[in-house]
């Protein structure tokens, strides 16, 4: 007996789904019957292991909740998660990553690689690319393997980035839709070697704790200005952009960043944004000086012109 027999000895038998149909056939109709249940033993080795590798996943979970500041996110992702997602460099973004709207978080153990050394013009499009791929996928993680896929995934995008893309050997890409703020979150594993087939499993089922972890730092001072792309065609000199006085005219009638996000069906992120943009072509410092200047530049130029 392999079941409930102890003179067996210290074995485990674990029921397993087949995943293939019996090759038995019900003779009323040749219906096929449930798939066969395979009997799987398990050693007190691979119990173990399986314990140990439980455990090791828990173990990280719980710490991601004890993440408080960078530093403390550095020594987590190098600790005890290189063992379930290897990598020497953790991309973060966050914002409307379609428009490019996005902050970032770079977390690595290469020199020259962080977040302060990065501008947005190095990070943005080769983000953008894969969140775009991300969405024809299905909203499903993928993994990139070998330096061709990666560098071309930031081909003629990557300034500052690209040579460290040359030396990865495979990456990890996921992410996470908030609803509740309507953001877009996107994170990029990169690892100089092939990373084992379960990773990107691992990736996956970790990711909340990642995303978690990050939610728990602040921004570091050169986050607090984000860089947008210019609206070509939209905006001239010191002009707003349609987009740009729709914003203001919602401003002026009192509504919130919240509200008006719900109004024209963007995120919250993103009005915030676009208002900093319109302090700085108004030259003002607050909602209430905007309003009192915006009558003045209702009429851009690239309006007067369409």
């Known amino acids: 007996m392999l079941c409930g027999d102890r003179r067996?000895?210290?074995?485990?038998?674990?029921?397993?789904?087949?995943?293939?149909?019996?090759?038995?056939?019900?003779?009323?109709?040749?219906?096929?019957?449930?798939?066969?249940?395979l009997p799987t033993i398990m050693t007190p080795a691979s119990i173990d292991y399986l314990l140990e590798e439980?455990?090791?996943?828990l173990q990280v979970a719980r710490e991601s909740l004890l993440v408080k500041r960078h530093y403390q996110l550095y020594r987590w992702l190098q600790g005890d998660l290189q063992n379930l997602v290897p990598h020497q460099v953790l991309i973060a973004a966050w914002g409307d990553l379609s428009l490019g709207l996005m902050h970032f978080?770079?977390?690595?153990?290469?020199?020259?690689?962080?977040?302060?050394?990065?501008s947005l013009s190095d990070i943005a499009p080769f983000i953008r690319r894969l969140f775009q791929r991300w969405l024809d996928q299905g909203e499903t993680p993928f993994a990139l393997n070998g330096v061709d896929d990666?560098?071309?995934a930031g081909m003629a995008y990557g300034g500052k980035l690209r040579p460290t893309l040359r030396g990865m050997d495979s990456a990890l890409v996921h992410g996470i839709r908030d609803e509740r703020g309507r953001h877009d979150c996107l994170y990029v594993a990169l690892h100089r070697n092939e990373m084992p087939e379960w990773s990107g499993r691992m990736f996956g089922m970790l990711l909340p704790y990642i995303d978690t972890a990050l939610r728990q730092v602040s921004h570091l001072p050169i986050q607090s200005q984000l860089e947008e792309p210019d609206e070509i065609g939209e905006a001239m000199d010191t002009g707003l952009s349609n987009r740009e006085s729709e914003i203001m005219e919602w401003v002026r009638k009192g509504k919130t960043n919240h509200e008006i996000g719900i109004i024209l069906d963007i995120s919250a992120f993103t009005v915030k944004n676009h208002l900093q943009r319109v302090f700085r072509k108004l030259d003002v410092a607050n909602r209430a000086q905007a309003v009192a200047t915006f009558p003045d530049h209702?009429?851009?130029?690239?309006?007067?012109?369409?």
């Open 150 to 152: 990666i560098v071309i």
């Open 54 to 57: 439980q455990l090791r996943f």
């Open 8 to 37: 067996a000895g210290p074995r485990t038998v674990v029921e397993q789904t087949s995943g293939f149909p019996s090759d038995e056939r019900q003779q009323d109709g040749g219906n096929r019957q449930a798939p066969t249940r």
């Open 105 to 118: 978080d770079v977390v690595s153990d290469l020199p020259g690689l962080r977040t302060g050394d990065l």
């Open 298 to 306: 209702q009429r851009t130029p690239a309006v007067a012109m369409r």
